[in-house]
């Protein structure tokens, strides 16, 4: 089966990444928990409300970040395809 064929019946998730397997993104990503339980246990409950409405916020935020930087990486390895099958590589 073609890559296309592949995401065409879902065998192939783009938004999906093994970010986990990284050492730097789950030292990061215990941080910002800890960080976060240390703030929260020093708000009151009217901040903790306005502190979720605001991370709501930043979520929605980076899940569009994510799907223009997916697009614009997208269309980016298109224009390359298509270079390379312009022959826009010249032996040197």
Do not use: H
Request: net charge negative.
């Amino acid at each position: 089966m073609s890559i296309l064929e592949e995401f065409w019946y879902g065998n192939i998730e783009p938004a999906e990444y093994d970010s986990c397997a990284t050492k730097e993104y789950r030292e990061s990503l215990k941080l910002i928990s800890r960080n976060e339980d240390k703030l929260l246990a020093t708000m009151t409950e009217e901040q903790k409300e306005l502190f979720s409405r605001y991370t709501d916020c930043v979520r929605e935020f980076q899940a569009m970040a994510e799907c223009l930087l997916f697009q614009n990486s997208f269309r980016l390895g298109g224009r390359m395809m298509l270079e390379v099958m312009r022959g826009g590589f010249r032996d040197q």
